[in-house]
Nanobody, 116 residues
Framework: QVQLVESGGGLVQPGGSLRLSCAAS????????MSWFRQYPRKAREFVAS????????NYADSVKGRFTISRDKDKNTMYLQMKNLEHENTAVYFCTYYASGRNYWGPGPQVNVSS
C-alpha cells in the first residue's frame, strides 16, 4: 500500500523557517519524480517545487525561488522542503505528491501558518 506522510507543518512568524518532510512507503522511491504543491482556501492546488528521481534536477515556482529548497534522501525514502524567510502569503496546506499509472498520489498535507 502506497503511503505518503508529511510532517513539519505548524505556526511560524514572518521571516522564520520550517522544514517539511514527506516519508514514502509502499513504492520504489528512487523511481519517481516527487513534488510539493500547496493549496490556499477555496483555491486549486498549485505547484511549489519538484525534484527528479536522482535528485539532480529541481524546479521551483517563481514565487519561492531563492527561499525554498527541495531535496530527497533515498536511504530514508523521504523528500524535504526547506522553507526560509516565510511570508504571510505562504500560509497554506502543503502536499507532497508523485505521479504514476495515470494519476497523482497525495499525502494528507500539513498546514503551514505564517503569522505574527
Amino acid at each position: 500500500q502506497v503511503q505518503l506522510v508529511e510532517s513539519g507543518g505548524g505556526l511560524v512568524q514572518p521571516g522564520g523557517s520550517l522544514r517539511l518532510s514527506c516519508a514514502a512507503s509502499g513504492l520504489t522511491f528512487s523511481t519517481y519524480y516527487m513534488s510539493w504543491f500547496r493549496q490556499y482556501p477555496r483555491k486549486a492546488r498549485e505547484f511549489v517545487a519538484s525534484i527528479s528521481n536522482s535528485g539532480l534536477t529541481t524546479n521551483y515556482a517563481d514565487s519561492v525561488k531563492g527561499r525554498f529548497t527541495i531535496s530527497r534522501d533515498k536511504d530514508k525514502n523521504t523528500m524535504y522542503l526547506q522553507m526560509k524567510n516565510l511570508e504571510h502569503e505562504n500560509t497554506a496546506v502543503y502536499f507532497c505528491t508523485y505521479y504514476a499509472s495515470g494519476r497523482n498520489y497525495w499525502g494528507p498535507g500539513p498546514q503551514v501558518n505564517v503569522s505574527s
